[in-house]
């Protein structure tokens, strides 16, 4: 069974912070790793969907990297901003059609 | 605004008492999977529709039950409610495929009183 974690569970840094969020997994069979964004009582909105034949992905400010042979992903976030202060989750899909198992989330605030 | 959508937003409902929740998938989306998230929590997954047909479920009782209909628009009903089945209760449409973008709604606050 596929067990996903994520470290730290919250973050707070300055703005302007450069900032890695992890993200393990301990099943390597994997189809993909996402990253959400969710803010408070809302639902998540998709960040980045890394294949698992690729190693990252970029999307303006962030940069998520995956290495399936160590069960590990990263999201990067460069230059943080006060906007970007919510609950990043990770997930990855194990089956055909996209079924996904969450990490609990790590709760980020950026401090203006 | 990612075209999925659920109602209603809040629900407050009794022990025992049986809730429907509905979700209508973005265009062009022919999945509909079903979360739940408990506060503090990373979504659980419950189960996925596929061309009106159960395709796939997670570690929930069958309590928990679908439909999906030809629009690709879907309920989620719960039956006998508990306290414990208080939470956010996301829905997410996608193209049925291995490297497919999931859309998540607002998602529906279930209180269990």
């Known amino acids: 069974k596929q067990e996903v974690t994520q470290i730290p569970a919250a973050l707070s840094v300055p703005e302007g912070e450069n900032l890695v969020l992890n993200c393990s997994f301990t099943?390597?069979?994997?189809?993909?790793l996402q990253w959400f964004r969710q803010d408070p009582g809302k639902g998540l909105t998709s960040l980045l969907l890394?294949?698992?034949?690729?190693r990252e992905q970029t999307s303006g400010r962030l940069n998520a990297s995956l290495d399936k042979s160590s069960g590990r992903s990263t999201l990067y976030i460069a230059a943080s901003q006060p906007g970007d202060s919510a609950t990043y989750l990770c997930?990855?899909?194990?089956?055909?059609?996209?079924?996904?198992?969450f990490g609990a989330g790590t709760i980020l605030r950026v401090k203006s | 605004e990612t075209g999925v959508t659920q109602s209603p937003t809040h629900l407050i409902k009794t022990r025992g008492q049986q809730v429907t929740l509905r979700c209508s998938s973005q265009?062009?989306?022919?999945?509909v999977s079903w979360y739940q998230q408990a506060l503090g929590q990373g979504p659980q997954f419950i189960f996925q529709?596929?061309?009106?047909?159960?395709?796939g479920r997670g570690n929930f009782p069958p309590r928990f039950s679908g439909l999906q209909f030809p629009n690709y628009s879907s309920e989620l009903n719960v039956n006998a409610l508990e306290l414990d089945d208080s939470a956010l209760y996301l829905c997410?449409?996608?193209?049925?495929?291995?490297?497919?973008?999931?859309?998540f709604g607002q998602g529906t606050r279930l209180t269990v009183v």
């Open positions: 529709y596929y061309r009106e047909e159960e395709n």
């Open positions: 997410a449409s996608s193209r049925q495929g291995i490297n497919t973008e999931a859309f």
């Open positions: 997930a990855s899909a194990m089956e055909y059609g996209n079924k996904l198992v």
């Open positions: 099943d390597s069979a994997i189809y993909n």
């Open positions: 890394i294949q698992s034949s690729q």
């Open positions: 265009s062009g989306h022919n999945t």
